[in-house]
DNA sequence: CAGACTACCCGCCAAG
DNA sequence: TTCTTGGCGGGTAGTC
């Protein structure tokens, strides 16, 4: 029975993925009747962290809290470029040895993969995220599509909001789903989602507002956008004439489906150019450009600065890795 | 940069 | 009648 839940922290808090943490396991509901877990934070530093969005969170527990822990949960993790401490590591392996169960929210999924928890699983982490993940540790089975993976002693789940629905997974099966379900009553979320996280990737209006069964196929589409994606065949997998499927399309998005996917293509590049040392041919072609120079091409027309340039400038401004995990969470939570 | 080739996509229009 | 569908033509843009 997990009645000990520690959730650990860096030197940089994202505060909404520790925020739903502290709310599923560190709100006292025992006079509802519901479960009590002693519930702590810790830190690899602890004292005064700033979070990611401009506050600060005083913690006062180290490394050494996470000894008595039966859940530790990895709200995210800054540093994805960088070695962790070895004394995190080790902690993490120790609490892993102990019996203990780990979880992982967003970037956290980093943090597990570097500490080799991950080796020969299966793994989920935010969407942007995943190829990277996948790419860095190929020895990780990445699964893009769901909002968390559970593997036993190790589960990391998906970007941001998933975390609810890990932690409520949790709960779930320790305590049952009316147990579970009266916690997410009280957070005012749905007891179970059903779905994989690719719900969430952005699309050009509310999906509200895709209808004609357009929603599926843009989600479709934006989990293929380094393969070949022309009309006719998006036309096919949409069960939808051409002609037909291109006027549906401009009325769902406002925008034909080249351009559609031109830009979500130029969008990946972007992300693969701030967050990887991949040359500009190999981004191009997980982008599903034809080659280097197609993409500079567009790059250039669209963005009105090459591909190269891009990359320059954005890790000149962003010299020091803390501030590149900040504005990479930051831009994610924008998404 | 040029030229051939291909795909896109939008007006048009007949059919349901 | 009004609306949607989907084939066709061909100018334009993208690819090689």
Redesign the pocket.
């Known amino acids: 029975m997990l009645s000990n839940v520690v959730a650990v922290v860096g030197d940089e808090i994202a505060a909404f993925e520790l925020g739903v943490v502290a709310e599923v396991f560190g709100l006292d509901r025992t006079g509802q009747g519901l479960p009590g877990y002693d519930f702590a934070v810790c830190a690899v530093n602890p004292g005064r962290i700033p979070t990611s969005s401009g506050f600060a969170v005083m913690v006062d527990e180290g490394l050494e809290r996470m000894r008595a822990a039966d859940l530790v949960v990895v709200p995210s993790w800054t540093s994805r470029d960088v070695v962790p401490p070895p004394a995190l590591v080790a902690a993490l392996h120790e609490a892993m040895a102990r019996g203990a169960k780990i979880l992982s929210v967003c970037s956290g999924a980093f943090l597990l993969a570097s500490a080799r928890l991950l080796d020969g699983k299966r793994a989920a982490t935010h969407w942007r995220y995943a190829p990277i993940l996948a790419r860095r540790y190929p020895d990780i089975e990445v699964d893009a599509e769901v909002l968390y993976v559970d593997e036993g002693a190790v589960m990391t789940s998906a970007g941001t909001a998933a975390a609810i629905d890990a932690c409520l997974y949790i709960v779930r099966q320790e305590h049952g789903a009316e147990v579970a379900n009266a916690i997410a009553r009280r957070m005012v979320v749905p007891g179970h989602r059903h779905g994989g996280q690719a719900q969430f990737i952005e699309t050009q209006l509310p999906e509200s507002e895709v209808g ?1 069964g357009l929603a599926e196929l843009l989600e479709w589409a934006e989990l293929r956008l380094s393969e070949p ?4 065949r998006m036309a096919a997998q949409a069960v ?5 499927f ?5 009325t769902a998005t406002g925008t ?4 559609w996917i ?1 830009e979500k293509r130029l969008a990946l590049a972007e992300q693969l150019l701030e967050t990887t040392d991949l040359p500009v041919d190999q981004v191009a072609q997980n982008c599903g ?3 280097g ?2 993409l500079r ?2 790059f250039a ?1 669209r963005r009105m600065i090459s591909p190269g340039e891009y990359r320059r400038s954005f890790r000149g401004r962003l010299a020091d890795g803390a501030a590149g995990g900040r504005a990479l969470r930051n831009e994610m939570r924008t998404a």
Do not use: C, G, Q, W
Request: glycine share 0%; hydrophobic share 30%.
């Open positions: 004609n994606l022309s009309v006719k939808m004439s051409e002609r037909t291109l006027r549906r399309f401009y034909t489906p080249h351009k031109l450009f034809a080659n120079d197609s091409h567009h027309r």
